[in-house]
């Protein structure tokens, strides 16, 4: 069997594909199998800021030698009360150098972050969720090698965003936010 007899071969299959399609009511199949997936896909998606929730970014200076501390502030100018859990930074490895102690979850790379346990004696980095009341702020680090002031004052692209591609990296948490439930991802 030559090409031409392959090409030949081949549009008859999708010709006789067609037909079968067009016999069986395809649009019809689409509504009821593929639809409802999309549907279920679009409503999974995680959104990618929540209006009046501020986190800045700072550099709180040197932790060690070469490694800087990136601050982490999460401040809710929502109106109502914010449970925020499971926060975690992936980083844009060709741009931006996680310090190599950090907890780094390897199955999803990415680095956990934790915020201030200010009940034990001393206080420490121990709590994976938060409650934020309005006009409440809790603070997380992350040692970072090198931080630039271009990352800190980065905004980012309107494209980035949508395609959630980061410059520097990735911020991704769960929000409880009155009674909806969100996941984020925020590109930087």
């Not at 959630?164 to 911020?171: C, D, E, G, I, S």
Request: glycine share 4%.
């Amino acid at each position: 069997m030559d090409f031409l007899d392959c090409v030949m071969s081949l549009s008859q299959s999708i010709r006789g594909t067609l037909a079968v399609l067009r016999i069986h009511d395809i649009p019809n199949w689409l509504a009821v199998f593929v639809w409802p997936i999309i549907v279920f896909s679009w409503r999974r998606w995680p959104v990618g800021n929540i209006p009046n929730l501020r986190i800045i970014l700072s550099n709180a200076g040197r932790w060690k030698e070469d490694i800087d501390k990136l601050h982490l502030q999460f401040t809710n100018d929502t109106g109502s009360i914010v449970y925020l859990r499971d926060v975690r930074f992936r980083p844009n490895r060709r741009r931006i150098r996680v310090w190599s102690g950090a907890a780094r979850d390897v199955s999803e790379d990415t680095y956990e972050l934790k915020f201030v346990d200010k009940s034990i004696n001393p206080p420490s980095f121990a709590l994976r969720q938060i409650i934020l009341n309005t006009g409440q702020s809790e603070l997380t680090e992350l040692g970072i090698e090198n931080l630039s002031d271009e990352v800190l004052n980065y905004s980012g692209h309107w494209l980035r965003k949508i395609f959630r591609r980061p410059k520097y990296f990735k911020l991704m948490f769960t929000i409880m936010l009155g009674d909806k439930k969100d996941r984020v991802v925020m590109t930087y």
